[in-house]
Structures are given as structure tokens and as C-alpha cells.
């Protein structure tokens, strides 16, 4: 009786100690989920983008059509043109395009991304590269709309940019030269946030006061932004904090400003 007490003691002992050695599980946050479709490839987190962004360990492809692409994207994705024969409305990138950016490798590992959880195209383009034989496809299904709101900024091309200027009125460009530079002549319709002050403020004090005095649409937080700079590095800082200030709708433009105002040019 007492050899079975003693072994039930220590069972008992050895399952507590179990599991308080056990690690918990890591909270469930809007950075790390996924939607979680059983019945699709594998997803990534917002949080798991950024990481393979930053490491570059996988080839990250924007399955939207080019223009879309070329007006605003995640920094470092690419873009291929699509399948021949099939209509806007069930768009898929060409495979074929994506064979030749990773050599062939169906081994190699793909990230696609669309217009976010109701959007098809990066389905319909994981199908297709599973169906050839891809063995390592994930989807970052929540797209461009969770990248935004959770303060992704993205990047604008030259082609993006006079679509840009064409058509959309209500866009605003911060251009993040020095106040000298930007007195010498700028973009349409831009106003003046210097890289300079937003990085000496600590806090980026030059956005809260552009907040307030008129430089960034307090009335509008959708308005499309376009941060241009001496170079690429300079805008995409100064997009960075205004995407921590509510604007979710933020794209930087990763050239020099001589090559931004060529791009707009008839």
C-alpha cells in the first residue's frame, strides 16, 4: 500500500514538473496569425513576412497584376506578368515567369501575396505552382490590407508614380529634402516634412506638427501618401513614421528625386 502511494506520489510529482517545464505557447496576436485555411498552402504571419524579408530566405512575389504592383507594394517583392489567356477576373501570375526568377528550383521557397483574405490570385497562383511540382509555397494571405494597417509602409515604382500624378487628385507627396532643396522646386501638390527634423525629434515631432498645421490630411487618414527623398533610404524613414501615426496608406518611392520628377514627366 505504501509502494503504491509512494508511486502514485511521485507520478504525480514527475506530470507537475512536466508541465511546468513545458514552455507555453507563444499569445495568439494579430502580428503572428494567419486565416488558416486547411484546405489551401501553408500561410505566413505579418510577422513571419517581415522576418523573411529582413533574412531574404525566400522569394517573395506580388501575384497582383502590374499596375497594381507598380502604384504600391511590399518593399523587396517581385512581380511577373500573367498567365496568357485568362481573364482580369480570375488573374494568375505566370508560372513559368516565376520558374525563370529561381532558376528552376522547385525546391526553392515562394511567398505570394494579393489584395488580402478576399482576394484569389495568390490561391490560384499557389495551386498552379503546387500543380507543377513546387514543393515549398506559402501564402501571406492577409495581403496589402493587414500589411498596411499594422504599419507596413510600401514602395511606389516610376511607373507607379505617373499613373499616380494622372489620375489621382487627392494624393499627397511629402517630399523629405532639406527645406532648401525643397524651395528649389519639388513635386505637385507636395508638401515639406524634412527627414532631418522627423529624425532629430525623437518622437517624430515634425509629423505631429505637420498633423496640425496643415501638411498631412488629419481629415482623411485614407488619403494615399508618397514619400519622395534625396534617395530611398530618406523616404522610406519618413514613411515609416507616418505609418505609426495612423496613415495607412503610405508608399515611398526608393529612387533618387531627379529620377521621381523624370518619372512623372508627359
Known amino acids: 500500500m505504501n509502494q503504491r502511494l509512494v508511486f502514485s506520489s511521485l507520478l504525480v510529482v514527475g506530470l507537475l514538473t512536466l508541465g511546468a517545464s513545458a514552455p507555453a505557447p507563444a499569445p495568439v496576436t494579430i502580428s503572428n496569425a494567419t486565416i488558416g485555411d486547411p484546405e489551401q498552402t501553408p500561410e505566413v504571419s505579418t510577422e513571419d513576412l517581415r522576418k523573411i524579408l529582413a533574412e531574404g530566405s525566400a522569394k517573395v512575389f506580388d501575384a497582383r497584376p502590374y499596375r497594381e ?23 494568375v501570375s505566370d508560372i513559368a515567369e516565376i520558374g525563370r526568377l529561381v532558376n528552376e528550383n522547385k525546391a526553392a521557397t515562394i511567398v505570394l501575396y494579393c489584395n488580402g483574405p478576399f482576394c484569389g490570385k495568390s490561391k490560384r497562383l499557389a495551386a498552379e505552382l503546387a500543380a507543377a511540382g513546387y514543393t515549398q509555397v506559402r501564402r501571406y494571405q492577409l495581403g496589402i490590407p493587414v500589411w498596411r494597417a499594422l504599419g507596413g509602409v510600401t514602395e511606389i515604382e516610376p511607373d507607379g508614380l505617373k499613373y499616380v500624378f494622372g489620375k489621382d ?5 511629402i517630399d523629405v529634402r532639406e527645406p532648401k532643396g525643397f524651395q528649389t522646386g519639388t513635386l505637385p501638390n507636395a508638401r515639406s516634412i524634412p527627414r532631418s527634423a522627423v529624425l532629430e525629434g525623437k518622437d517624430v515631432g515634425e509629423v505631429k506638427k505637420a498633423k496640425d498645421d496643415g501638411r498631412l490630411p488629419m481629415e482623411d487618414h485614407n488619403t494615399r501618401l508618397i514619400v519622395v527623398g534625396q534617395d530611398g533610404t530618406s523616404a522610406r524613414f519618413v514613411a515609416e513614421a507616418l505609418a505609426h501615426e495612423a496613415f495607412h496608406n503610405v508608399s515611398y518611392f526608393r529612387g533618387t528625386f531627379p529620377e521621381a520628377s523624370a518619372s512623372i514627366q508627359p
Open 169 to 173: 487628385a487627392t494624393a499627397v507627396v
Open 69 to 91: 504592383f507598380a502604384v504600391s507594394h511590399i518593399p523587396g517583392a517581385l512581380n511577373v506578368a500573367p498567365k496568357p489567356g485568362v481573364p482580369i477576373s480570375m488573374y
